[in-house]
Structures are given as C-alpha cells and as structure tokens.
C-alpha cells in the first residue's frame, strides 16, 4: 500500500545550521508530494509541493526535489533561523485523491 | 481567505457515548479529508470523500463513520467512543487533482476530543 517514511525526530540546531530532513514514499501511479509545516500553536500549512518527477519545489528558503528514482522528496535549508521550529511532515498524494502522511519530525532551532 | 471551520475545539465525552465532529469549508472543493494526529504516529487518515455522499476509507476506519450529505460539510461520527480514541481530529479540505492547486489541502483547527 501506500506509506511515508520520515526521519525520527526531535532535531535540533543551532541557527543558520544546515537542515535535511528526509523523506521517502510508497505509491503507485504518479503521486504529487508536499511537505506541510506546524508551528507550535497553529494548524497544519502548506510549505511546498512538487507534483512531477524532478520538479523543485520551494518556500521560505527551504527546498525539495521530487526524485522518482529514489522515490524521495527530502526537505533542506541552508541556514535555518529559530523562527523555523515547527514540525515538519511530508505528504503523499496518489492518482486517487487519498492524501496521506508521513509520522512528522519535529524541529528546534536554538540561538 | 479560505477557510476550514471545525464545530467544536475541546470535546470531553464518557466511553460509549456517541460523538459527530463537524467540519465546514468555504472553498467550493470537492475533497474532504478526517485525520487524526497523535504524538509520533503524525496523522492518520480515518475517511476522506471526493463527492457528496461519495466516502473512501483511509488507513484506520475501524470504529468511525463519515456523512458528507453536502458538499461543503463533513461530518465524522464516533458511534460508541472509547478511551483510544482520545485524541486530536483534523478535517481538511482541497481540490484533488485537477487544476494547477492539486493536492493542497487546508485544514481547520482541530477538535482535542477526550474520552474518559
């Protein structure tokens, strides 16, 4: 069936660290990807998306590359901020509409 | 500014009481989606529908129902609640595969339902 795998959290980095959080799916067809953001306190939102195979998708400064090959959709940023801590969870939409979400992997960014 | 409206944001009910959360959009979209979020198990598809009256079990159905018999609500029902079913419900709403927005969801709230 379909699943999301993410990397095991909590993270935690010092500001303008280097952030990758990983990513990797199981979906048949052709699935659009998305990674959603919750900041402490607030819903879930869209960060970014990419709906074909190396298509970048990109927001804030973060970045993601669908990778058909690897079937991954890994998040990074180059120099995370402490507005940053939130969790992050990546997102899988399949040829039937069924949205489906990766455990979430919660970040904090410490001065 | 679009908007997802959850009917009720703090629920407390007994073991086998029978519970709807409600779930409201403005944004004309036909998918609506129920999840719920637990610490480390992210959020866990319960039932989504594509179409009024149209529903499709997600991942874990297992002691819920849906009722979608307009398009902008969405309705989960609990029919006997128990203890683990404590936990945070998050509906959501997009517009599916169809145009350039495919597959973003916008999400209400949440409901914190407490089972005791």
């Known amino acids: 069936g379909n699943s999301v795998t993410q990397m095991e959290g909590p993270v935690t980095l010092s500001e303008e660290a280097f952030l990758t959080i990983n990513c990797t799916y199981t979906a048949t067809g052709y699935p659009s990807l998305f990674w959603y953001v919750q900041y402490p306190g607030e819903g879930l939102q869209l960060l970014l998306k990419?709906?074909?195979?190396?298509d970048k998708g990109s927001n804030k400064g973060f970045e993601a590359t669908y990778r058909k090959e690897t079937t991954s959709f890994h998040l990074e940023k180059g120099s995370v901020q402490v507005s940053d801590s939130a969790v992050y969870f990546c997102?899988?939409?399949?040829?039937?509409?069924?949205?489906?979400f990766g455990p979430g992997t919660s970040l904090s960014v410490i001065p | 500014d679009v908007k997802v409206t959850q009917s009720s944001r703090y629920l407390v009910k007994r073991t086998g009481e029978k519970v709807f959360l409600e779930c409201v959009q403005d944004?004309?979209?036909?998918?609506m989606f129920w999840y719920r979020q637990d610490p480390g198990l992210g959020l866990r598809l319960i039932y989504f529908?594509?179409?009024?009256?149209?529903?499709e079990k997600g991942d874990i159905p297992e002691g819920y129902s849906v009722s979608r018999e307009k398009k902008e609500r969405f309705s989960l029902i609990l029919e006997s609640a128990s203890t683990n079913q404590t936990s945070m419900y998050l509906c959501a709403s997009g517009k599916g595969r169809q145009g350039s927005d495919t597959g973003e969801l916008f999400f209400g709230e949440g409901s914190r339902l407490t089972v005791l």
């Open positions: 990419a709906t074909k195979a190396d």
């Open positions: 529908s594509y179409d009024v009256k149209m529903k």
């Open positions: 944004m004309d979209h036909e998918n």
């Open positions: 997102s899988v939409e399949t040829s039937y509409d069924k949205v489906i």
